[in-house]
């Protein structure tokens, strides 16, 4: 009687409800790939597969891609097809925090802004406990979905492949705070766990009201459920980084720094990317140079440890800078 009751009280406020519409429209929260704002990528990724079709076992489990085809940037590697039910459980260089606004994005390769697969996203501090975002699904679950059919992201919220390809759903880990058992500063694994868009309540899966998700069902290929592309880090821990063994091909002086720090390929390597983080994984600065010799201007930035990382050749290198 008191669920009854609640998802009464609730319905008003369903029915009204709009969350954030497609990419590229007014008051979208969608990422695009390239944008400065990811200063990293999954590092490794492992995965269980689900069925083609959870209701009919026959055909197998969904096969197209693997888990490495989840690491590193969005949009270069591949995707891994979860199948229905399946997950992933992804992990990164450096742990995930709690920042401003939005912390990771999920990307999936869908090929319009209306077939959206959709997926529930959790995270865990200690790899054992996993906690999920609280999702919302506003679309309507009397009538299936088709397997091409199509979905209005403005009903959905919390759903990771609410937007197309090359565009990142955003997880805000503000959102799970104060939850016992999990660290919202120290994130070391993203799951990623496949809707099942069947309304039949054997095989639904349901948003954190009850609420059965719908989304295209069956999609009985080798390219079944969520494809997975990639998880881009927005806020990460980089108080423990330590420069790597690459540092003998990048010659940065001064060490400690005043003004400006100068930045130089010893081997003559040209640089593809240099980026300038705080402590706390915020990206200040991303300059991809003309030459294997620049700079960058510290003179605006307080006095502290900075971290410079450096793209050269296919040499990734870390550097901790002291601002006096």
């Not at 997880?171 to 070391?188: R, V």
């Amino acid at each position: 009687m008191k669920k009854i009751l609640f998802i009464l009280l609730l319905m008003p406020i369903f029915s009204q409800a709009q969350f954030a519409p497609p990419a590229g429209q007014p008051g979208s929260t969608a990422i695009y790939k390239d944008s400065a704002v990811f200063v990293n990528w999954a590092t490794n990724c492992t995965e269980v597969r689900g069925w083609q079709n959870i209701a009919d076992t026959s055909l197998g489990k969904a096969n197209v891609g693997d888990s490495s085809m989840a690491c590193g940037p969005a949009g270069t590697n591949g995707v891994v097809s979860l199948g229905d039910r399946g997950s992933a459980i992804l992990t990164f260089a450096y742990p995930i925090i709690n920042g401003p606004s939005w912390d990771f994005a999920v990307f999936e390769n869908s090929f319009s802004d209306t077939f959206l697969e959709l997926a529930f996203v959790e995270v865990s501090s200690d790899g054992i406990n996993y906690f999920r975002f609280p999702s919302t699904s506003l679309t309507q679950d009397t009538l299936q979905i088709d397997n091409f059919g199509a979905i209005d992201a403005t009903k959905i919220n919390n759903l990771a492949g609410k937007y197309i390809l090359n565009y990142g759903t955003p997880f805000d880990l503000q959102e799970l705070s104060g939850i016992s058992g999990l660290d919202i500063n120290h994130i070391t694994h993203v799951k990623i766990i496949d809707v099942v868009g069947s309304i039949e309540e054997k095989y639904a899966s349901f948003d954190a009201f009850g609420h059965i998700i719908n989304d295209p069902w069956t999609t009985a290929f080798p390219s079944s459920g969520f494809d997975l592309d990639a998880v881009g880090v927005i806020h990460q821990d980089m108080s423990s980084v330590q420069e790597n063994d690459a540092e003998v091909l990048v010659n940065v002086f001064p060490n400690p720094c005043k003004n400006v720090i100068n930045i130089k390929s010893v081997k003559n390597f040209p640089f593809k990317r240099i980026t300038l983080i705080d402590i706390n994984g915020k990206l200040l600065n991303e300059i991809v140079p003309v030459n294997d010799n620049t700079f960058i201007n510290m003179e605006d930035f307080k006095p502290g440890v900075y971290i410079l990382k450096t793209l050269s050749g296919n040499s990734v290198s870390y550097h901790k800078i002291l601002k006096n």
